[in-house]
């Protein structure tokens, strides 16, 4: 077993006060925490928790194959574990209808791009997956555990007037902008079962204890939720060998991500 380092980012878009069980005091808003590999380990999948209390980016990102035709290792799947939501709390993925790219370009020029995202209102337990292409943003009042796979590779296509840059002409050959249906959302709650058994990564939710994982997962993190798992603090995440998870006990709940094959 090899805990991963962890890492705190300030957003602009983040919150104070964050749950006692990351351990975390600041007066500054902190967005996201994340886990560093170990050095000389590239980890092609990577989970983070993310805490809003404004909209993020309306942002999309590029699969597999457009990644690696401009010099990334690979593109980005992601998916969203909802573990606590507000009243107010909302997520926007895909659009309300199908739009051509190029209308959805002049769109986010002139801000319009916020009436055709689709907004929803999630809750705790809700389970979403975000696939390459798809237009999405999170919104305030959510605690969100996010497994992607592991590439800095974002195109912000509008962003509230924050100081960042944008990625229009990327976006334009990239972005898929319609209705949002996915036969991998759902939810998870009380019990343990396998939400994603690939093809770009593999995740459990797991209550007590672990499932078996598929022959082929490798680079298994565990990321206890809320209590400590196999020795590992609520809050962290390491590393653990497929030996390891079958000897997993918690008195709470735990995710595990891992990636397939190779």
Known sequence: MITLETKIVEKPWGRTGLPARFGVESKEKIGEIWFVPPAGRELDVMAKYLFTSERLSIQVHPDDETARARGYPRGKDECWLVLDSHVDAELGIGTVRPVAADELIEAAKDGTIVDLIDWKRPKAGDFIYNPAETVHALGPGLTVLEVQQAVDLTYRL?????????????????????????????????????????????????????????????????????????????????????SEVEAIRSDGRFVLAWSIGG
């Open 158 to 242: 509008f962003d509230y007037g924050r100081p960042r840059e944008l990625h229009l002409a990327q976006s334009r050959d990239v972005v898929d902008a319609v209705p949002h249906r996915d036969p991998r959302d759902g939810s998870f709650g009380e019990e343990t079962r396998i939400l994603l058994d690939g093809p770009k990564f593999g995740l459990a939710w797991c209550v007590g204890e672990a499932p078996a994982l598929p022959d082929d997962a490798r680079d298994i993190q565990l990321l206890p939720v809320d209590g400590a798992a196999g020795g590992v603090a609520s809050g962290a995440c390491a590393l653990v060998d497929r």
